[in-house]
């Protein structure tokens, strides 16, 4: 397994690791607005690759803290933010439990490190945030959060 930036042959199995994890809790996103959060900020977005498979990837962008993209809305001129939103994580489901999250992870948050980013935030869905906060995420509920389901919470870190 290796991690790299993302190419544009590797869109259809994004949307595919998007659509499974997402689709049946009406939270998935079009490819085009999947797209629009790499190219606002490719260095911080990479895919797993395992052999001539993707088996995760990994998209985040600057943006201000206490703040998030809207859901399915193409991103517009990137921000310069200190803070670094991870905007999604997938790892295939089957290969989940393996502690694939954490490589992903842990490489998004050496190259926010690298690029001077003090801080990382996060909407956790879908009942995620366990696994957040014990990534050294903390919850804000004070940030109010619409259009990413019932249960999202935002969270945030310092790097």
């Avoid at 544009?8 to 998007?18: M, Q, R, Y």
């Avoid at 607005?33 to 990479?46: D, G, I």
Wanted: with cysteine; proline share 6%; hydrophobic share 40%.
């Amino acid at each position: 397994m290796r991690t790299r930036a993302i190419s544009s042959g590797d869109w259809p199995a994004i949307v595919g690791l998007e659509a499974e994890s997402y689709a049946e809790k009406g939270l998935s996103e079009r490819r085009i607005v999947l797209e629009s959060r790499m190219r606002a900020s490719p260095a911080t977005c990479f895919v797993l690759q395992a052999g001539h498979r993707i088996a995760g990837y990994v998209l985040a962008l600057p943006y201000p803290l206490f703040r998030y993209p809207e859901f399915d809305r193409r991103e517009g001129p990137s921000f310069t933010s200190d803070n670094l939103h991870l905007h999604d994580l997938v790892v295939a489901e089957e290969l989940r439990g393996r502690g694939l999250a954490k490589v992903l992870l842990d490489r998004l948050i050496t190259t926010a490190r690298s690029r001077r980013h003090d801080r990382m935030s996060l909407i956790a869905v879908a009942g995620q945030a366990d696994f957040w906060s014990a990534n050294d995420f903390r919850p804000l509920p004070e940030v109010p959060i619409r259009g990413y389901g019932a249960d999202a919470v935002y969270l945030s870190r310092p790097l």
